[in-house]
């Protein structure tokens, strides 16, 4: 093997070292951990990705096929040292817009040593390239244009998504710059735990509109600052309050995702501590302000009631279900959040089913696999599927804020109560694709033990107190409400 063909080996292994670990980089932290793509917040980010994305593609394609002299290894050069200056912006906007977790920083340095080993690698060949006469010549690299050649095709596919990304945000930011209801002297103060996640951001957004004051507890605060501006009292401790701070109303949805992995020992105390160590730390404030909340309002979930009640219509009075994990976990939630009833703040539990929006929950992946053809019916089909769409999930968290007669739980789920096997083929229609594959319930019990109680078991709940205290649902139907969601 010449000289020559080994140097070309060695840029090939560090260039799809570079793309693998950049494509984990992408797919693990953008796309499911910081859910860029759903935040109109992060649109300057996406758009320093889509530039770069579109860069490696014109490259991966010129490698691959192209033997490069004169004026056009030139233009590598450049397009390699455009890269280089968007990757160094894109570290900024990330350091300004959002908090990244040790593992993506960690992953970040590789990726730069790899980027640098990487231009070290091409700087001298393309340096001689550039002094050969211009022209482009075919050329052959085995396995590495074929590899290469897939990997454009892939991150321009990834540019180009970013880009309509991008611009739907704009769109969508020129919506939300419209001027806001006006602050109101003596309007009322918000704090909201958990408001940069699917529910919190909605319900941030909506107080904005309303002209509330807003404070919001986020472990990003520079996520949260970005999302909502400088109108947001954003706080990463609940000790930055002082005590005099008037707060009429605290929304408690802090916790981490219940639907996150298997229900292992472990991730069952990580899921109670998270709700329980953030409660208590809200009752901690309540007792030093010097002007209790009116009401306090927690997430709560309708596997309160488990699965003990079968097929029966199940109202707030119901009771829960002693030894089943979720059922046991929601009580404990509920049990510590009453005690803010010491001090005179009206307690409201809301308990949703399966929250139905375009920007997360659960209703993205399963339109991904509906569209995909791999929408099913699981188990039997005939469990109830308790569900509610993100508009009155935030309607009913504000209707408890404003009502005083609630108080206690409050079931938040539509009227329209349905089976899995009607959501699953109502989910279908609303794509235009046919509903054929069946997951037996043994096989999802196997993969996720008890965790599969919240797919094959289900609560047929009402939302009595909801429609008796005068709520009124703007999604009550499933096939209007998903059809609004997508």
């Known amino acids: 093997m010449t000289t020559t063909t080994t140097m070309t080996t060695l840029i ?23 859910r860029l793509p759903q935040r109109t917040s992060a649109r300057y980010e996406l ?18 096929w192209v033997q490069i002299q004169g004026w056009w290894a030139i233009a590598v050069g450049v397009l390699l040292l455009v890269e280089m200056v968007v990757t160094i912006a894109d570290f900024l906007e990330e350091d300004r817009s959002r908090k ?40 052959y690299h085995g396995f590495w244009s074929w590899f290469c050649t897939l990997a454009s095709v ?19 930011a020129e919506t939300e710059a419209a001027p806001p209801a006006p602050q109101v002297i003596g309007a009322s103060t918000v704090l909201v735990t958990g408001g940069t996640g699917f529910v919190g951001s909605a319900l941030v957004r909506q107080m904005q509109h309303e002209g509330r004051r807003v404070i919001v507890l986020s472990r990003d605060p520079l996520q949260a600052r970005a999302s909502f501006g400088s109108d947001v009292w954003v706080i990463e401790r609940l000790t930055d309050i002082p005590a005099e701070t008037r707060i009429d109303a605290i929304v408690h949805l802090a916790g981490a995702n219940i639907l996150g992995g298997p229900w292992t020992q472990s991730r069952r105390n990580k899921l109670l501590q998270s709700r329980l160590r953030i409660t208590r730390d809200l009752l901690a404030l309540i007792a030093r302000l010097d002007r209790k909340p009116e009401v306090l309002v927690a997430a709560s979930a309708v596997g309160y009631y488990g699965t003990v009640h079968g097929s029966a219509r ?4 119901a009771a829960s279900d002693p030894g089943r994990f979720q059922s046991d976990l929601c009580v404990a939630i509920e049990r510590e959040v009453q005690l803010a009833e010491r001090f005179g703040t009206r307690v409201v539990c809301v308990r949703p089913g399966v929250v139905l929006g375009a920007d997360g929950g659960a209703l993205p992946p399963q339109v991904l696999a509906t569209r995909l053809g791999f929408g099913a019916i699981i188990g039997s089909g005939r469990q109830p599927m308790p569900w509610v769409h993100l508009d009155d ?10 009502e005083p007669v609630l108080h206690g739980a409050l079931n938040a789920v539509a009227p329209g109560m349905v089976s899995q096997a009607t959501f ?8 235009h694709r046919p509903l054929w594959m069946k997951m037996p319930a043994g096989a999802l019990r196997l993969m996720l033990g008890e965790m599969s109680e919240l797919l094959l078991d289900g609560q047929r ?26």
């Open 393 to 402: 999930l935030v309607g009913l968290i504000r209707h408890a804020m404003s």
């Open 154 to 172: 892939g991150v321009t596919t990834w540019s180009i998504r970013n880009a309509i990304a991008v611009w739907k945000m704009g769109r969508i």
């Open 424 to 431: 699953a083929r109502t989910l279908a229609t609303v794509h």
């Open 100 to 139: 990244l977790p040790p593992f993506e920083r960690a992953l970040h340095t590789v990726l730069t040593v790899s980027y640098g080993l990487l231009l070290g690698l091409l700087g001298p060949r393309l340096w001689d390239a550039a002094r050969l006469p211009t022209e482009l010549a075919f050329t």
């Open 12 to 34: 090939f292994c560090v260039l799809g070292f570079q793309t693998m670990l950049g494509g984990f980089d992408n797919l693990w932290h953008h796309e499911l951990h910081a």
């Open 47 to 64: 758009r320093l990705h889509a530039m770069r994305e579109a860069i490696y593609g014109a490259l991966y394609l010129a490698f691959a």
């Open 314 to 317: 199940i109202d707030e009075s």
């Open 461 to 486: 709940v009402a939302p009595t107190k909801a429609l008796a205290s005068g709520y009124h649902f703007q999604h009550p139907a499933l096939r209007g409400a998903l059809e609004a969601a997508v």
